[in-house]
């Protein structure tokens, strides 16, 4: 059995190898011209003088509007194992008749240290990734970066306190990533109105975009990513589901 899995391994090897040698050996130059109009047109077409900024959510939004709705299947898939996991615990612990000692719950197995450090990260993380979320036209960041670093400052509030909040509940969260997927989505529909953006009409000459249109995507992709991983991260805590 071990044999096979070699032989495995070693073919999905010589596979990739057969795929990528050629690129790595080939003299042929890297293509520049997309690159080149993008360094001088990125910021006059989109507002954003951050240029990622400017593809992800002004040349390239509707992939961008995929990469959510990935995620929110992602979400919505690990939450059902999660709840479906749950229930199958439940249901063994309430046909078990054996004496075993009941489990200690989550939160007592933390250290007064992690309690003290996640509470007094917990809002310095969260101010620094709306920050890197509401700034991400300008200067490095943007929706999806902030987005994860509000998740982290979510995860160290979970963790620093057990006082329950509504900004750690999983019930909340997942009401806030429903609302902010809505919100893109109308952001979308907005360009057949506006005929710029998402869903602008591509015969016509596309039209200068607002910087403030930029910033409204990152907001709603930030709240979007963070309380996505957030839900996910608290409930594989065995965080609270409370309304």
Known sequence: MKKLELIKIVITVLLCSLLVVPIILSNHSWPTHARNYLLVNAQSDTGATNTVSAIYLGYRAMDTLGETLVLLVSVTGTMAILVKLGKEQTDEETTSFSLTPEKRPTNRLRT???????????????????YVMLYGHISPG?????????????????????????????FVLSRIESLSFLLLILASISGVFFESGFFGNPIKSASSLSANFIILL????????GTSIAVMCIAMMGGSHDH
């Not at 007064?112 to 709306?130: N, Y």
């Not at 907001?219 to 979007?224: N, S, V």
């Open 142 to 170: 943007g929706g999806f970066q902030g987005g994860v670093i509000v998740a982290s400052a979510i995860v160290f509030l979970a963790l620093g306190t057990e006082v329950k909040s509504k900004l750690t509940s999983t």
């Open 112 to 130: 007064h240290l992690l309690e003290t450090v996640a509470s007094k990260l917990g809002p310095i993380v969260l101010l620094f990734g709306f």
């Open 218 to 225: 990152n907001i709603i992709i930030g709240l979007k990513v």
